[in-house]
């Protein structure tokens, strides 16, 4: 499986991606973004199965970024996370 993990916060997009290699190893993370612009831009690139949302973005948010995919074909499963 491929992901992408956005968040705007550049130290947890670190740890989540430390946590996910640790958990999940056979998922592969093909992009970090740090916002929902180029969190759309890395999804439509990378034709990913996973997208980890901040909520919480500039720009985009996770939710706004979230009913975009919802219109691909392929859609993405969506996690989000926050600490909010």
């Known amino acids: 499986m491929r992901a992408i993990i956005a968040d705007d916060e550049p130290l947890l997009r ?7 290699a640790d958990l999940w190893p056979e998922l ?5 973004a740090a916002d929902g612009k180029q969190a ?15 909520i919480r973005m500039p720009g985009l948010d996770g939710i ?10 392929n859609t993405p499963i969506v996690v989000f996370i926050t600490a909010y």
């Open 14 to 20: 670190h740890h989540l991606d430390q946590l996910l």
């Open 28 to 32: 592969e993370i093909v992009g970090k």
């Open 40 to 54: 759309l831009t890395l999804c439509r690139e990378s034709q990913v199965d996973v997208v980890f949302l901040d």
């Open 64 to 73: 706004a970024v979230a009913a975009e995919l919802n219109k691909q074909t």
